[in-house]
Nanobody
Framework: QVQLVESGGGLVQAGGSLRLSCAAS????????MGWFRQAPGKEREFVAA???????TYADFAKGRLTISRDNAKNTVYLQMNSLKPEDTAVYYC??????????????????WGQGTQVTVSS
């Protein structure tokens, strides 16, 4: 079993930055694909970014150039650095983990475990 605990969300002005963290418990963190999804009010949950066991990453189009996913296997933690934030980035951000080594798609078919979510609010 894998437990995921997100932190780092909050309120920030447009143009600002936040770094989300996701601490994972359980075995085999370094061999798992990890990622982030988000859900805005009234919208479906959507893919943000994913990182494979080897560090290869995939991003949603809206995330490219502004958001960066990374992982520290020694700390069993995955991060999402968010820069140049926009009001439309306001959402609950969820950490995701897989039993696979790589996230093969940008939907959630590869996700086996979810965190509880952390709120990010960007004011204009």
């Amino acid at each position: 079993q894998v437990q995921l605990v997100e932190s780092g969300g909050g309120l920030v002005q447009a143009g600002g930055s936040l770094r989300l963290s996701c601490a994972a418990s359980g075995r085999a963190f370094s061999s798992r694909a990890m990622g982030w999804f988000r859900q805005a009010p009234g919208k479906e949950r959507e893919f943000v970014a994913a990182i494979s066991w080897s560090g290869g990453s995939t991003y949603a189009d809206f995330a490219k150039g502004r958001l960066t996913i990374s992982r520290d296997n020694a700390k069993n933690t995955v991060y999402l650095q968010m820069n140049s934030l926009k009001p439309e980035d306001t959402a609950v951000y969820y950490c995701a983990a897989s039993s696979r080594a790589s996230a093969l798609t940008t939907n959630d078919a590869w996700v086996n475990y979810w965190g509880q979510g952390t709120q990010v609010t960007v004011s204009s």
